[in-house]
């Protein structure tokens, strides 16, 4: 019977690994078109492609505006070299031609685009960089500049705008934001550098449980890291966020600011140094907050109004945020400081640190030590890919991101045992 039933799972094994040979070879064929070599333009390439397809620029410059409207990937030869420079043509709203209508240099209006390796010029241009109306797409390796808007626009008004990921890019010098997500969810922001745009990332309109993560958001003229009107559950982690604010007058000019009715986000393991404010709140409620350095803002932590306490430590002997400023002591030595650092009665941090957190990779449930609850927390999702319902951003440690596998776990437990401080 044991014999029967072995070989039976051997003729199940062949049998699928033949359907699964017979799927193999005949895959949907993809083209890499060249331009200008095949097509002098990004819009006639576009146009003349197949689903899948991969359209590779080579250096040069580009003028806009591009529509993607299947799933394609657009790849730039270099990033400092291939340039994508918006027409500047203004466009008038036909209603009222003294309004201004936004535009769009690279506008996405499918499902698993991907953009990487471009220079994106907005040339002054009222509008935005790349706009992303889709889902389940990859902008990668790109610098995006120069827009009299939003570099990168998560524009989920009136499309389901989740699972893309935005990663290594540099966003600088636009007039709006860096990147505005508005109505976006489970989107992930990763590893960009985000500098002298007026707001670095801004969540916006119910942008819900959206991943911030290991970015740089420096010298943004207002805010590095806006959570505002009623964007829930997001989780900023791991950033550097520094020298934000500062020449501005503005009154929630910060590293990073929860405005309007924005609820239950995750601010963990950041470093928020030389801000204007290190962190502020307007009528905001119930952020969880620590293992955050607070190093030499101006201020460092402002309540202007709430609706509800925030959590400000993970309990002892997780413990809460480093304070630059905090005077207690540590008698018995055990790295938190014996007594609450005290913003206002309903937001104290009860377990201070005495240095400067430092983050652990592998630590996906952030309590300062990498063990077996990491483990679990990884293979109860292994496989899940972003955007499904059990997914969870801060197990997707390793590339590729957007998928939890093999990757992900070595890395975890590459860094098994370690612990903070
Ligand atoms: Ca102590
Ligand atoms: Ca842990
Ligand atoms: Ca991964």
């Given amino acids: 019977m044991w014999k029967r039933g072995v070989s039976g799972v051997i003729v199940v094994i062949l049998v699928l690994g033949i359907f699964g040979l017979t799927f193999e070879i005949q895959p949907a064929k993809a083209n890499t078109i060249t331009v200008p070599d095949d097509y002098a333009t990004i819009q006639e390439a576009i146009n003349n492609a197949n689903e899948g397809d991969t359209i590779y620029a080579r250096a040069g410059v580009y003028y806009g505006d591009f529509v993607v409207n299947q799933r394609l990937s657009l790849v730039g030869e270099n990033k400092e070299t291939t340039i994508i420079v918006s027409n500047s043509t203004v466009i008038h709203d036909p209603n009222d031609p003294t309004v201004f209508v936004g535009r769009d240099t690279v506008s996405i209006k499918a499902d698993g685009v991907s953009i990487s390796g471009f220079a994106v010029n907005g040339n002054g241009t009222y509008g935005w960089g790349i706009t992303i109306r889709g889902s389940n797409c990859v902008v990668k390796d790109n610098e995006v500049f120069g827009i009299d808007g939003e570099g990168i626009f998560l524009d989920g008004r009136a499309n389901n705008v989740e699972g893309n990921l935005v990663i290594n890019n540099t966003l600088r010098d636009n007039k709006g934001c860096g990147l505005l997500a508005w109505g976006a969810n489970k989107n992930c922001i990763r590893s960009n550098t985000v500098f002298e745009d007026y707001f670095g990332i801004y969540l916006y309109g119910e942008s819900n449980e959206n991943m911030i993560a290991h970015n740089d958001i420096h010298n943004n003229t207002d805010i590095g890291v806006g959570i505002i009107w009623h964007s829930n559950n997001n989780s900023i982690i791991d950033n550097n966020i520094s020298g934000n604010g500062q020449h501005s007058n503005e009154s929630y000019a910060s590293g990073i600011c929860s405005q309007t009715y924005s609820q239950s986000n995750h601010i963990i393991n950041n470093e928020l140094s030389s801000n204007k404010r290190g962190y502020c709140e307007y009528y905001s409620a119930g952020q969880i907050i620590y293992h955050n350095s607070f190093i030499n803002n101006s201020q460092q932590f402002v309540i202007d109004s709430q609706l509800r306490p925030n959590t400000l430590d993970n309990g002892y002997p997780s413990g809460g945020n480093y304070w630059s400023d905090y005077t207690g002591l540590d008698a018995n030595s055990d790295g ?29 449930n952030y309590d300062g030590a990498v063990d077996i609850l990491d483990i679990v927390a990884i293979t109860s999702i292994y496989g899940c890919k972003a955007g499904e319902l059990k997914w969870n951003p801060q197990t997707d440690l390793a590339p590729p991101y957007g998928k939890i596998d093999i990757l992900d776990m070595v890395t975890c437990t590459t860094h098994y045992g370690q612990k903070y401080p």
């Fill in 336 to 364: 938190i400081g014996d007594t609450s650092y005290t913003i206002d009665a309903s937001n104290q941090d009860r377990y201070p640190l005495m240095i400067p957190w430092k983050p652990l990779q592998g630590d996906i």
